[in-house]
């Protein structure tokens, strides 16, 4: 009574979804934890700056695993067009939430270029960001 390839493949998806989970949960704690520090030196605008972006990445990362993982479960049953259809759907989703987040956190669309460091990026980890 072995694990036959669908169960395998059905169980990497689980454990891909729950990773998405975690990595949501884990970045939302740690984009938690740099805004009190950064609002405790810095203020309340510049700290929900850095909060926001690091919540928006953190949502970014885990949706990327929920979206890997669906996939993952889908072709490892025997899919119907049903099944299909709706992962097509769920993925149309997740992916214009995504973009929309990416808009949200770096302000340019992933396409564009990026024009030069933006000060989260010159953040310390852990720390506000460096005066200036």
Avoid: C
Wanted: proline share 6%; hydrophobic share 50%.
């Amino acid at each position: 009574m072995g694990l036959d390839f669908e169960d395998i493949v059905s169980d990497v998806g689980s454990a891909m979804e729950a990773a998405g989970v975690v990595v949501i949960v884990l970045g939302a704690a740690i984009a938690t934890a740099r805004f009190v520090a950064a609002w405790r030196a810095v203020g309340g605008t510049e700290g929900y700056t850095i909060y926001r972006r690091g919540l928006g990445r953190a949502l970014l990362l885990g949706l990327e695993f929920l979206v890997a993982g669906d996939i993952i479960r889908t072709v490892a049953t025997s899919p119907n067009l049903e099944d299909v259809a709706v992962l097509g759907g769920i993925v149309l989703i997740r992916s214009f939430l995504s973009l929309t987040l990416e808009m949200e956190t770096e302000g340019r669309w992933p396409w564009q270029r990026r024009a030069g460091p933006t000060r989260d990026d010159a953040a310390p980890v852990g720390g506000p960001p460096p005066p200036g």
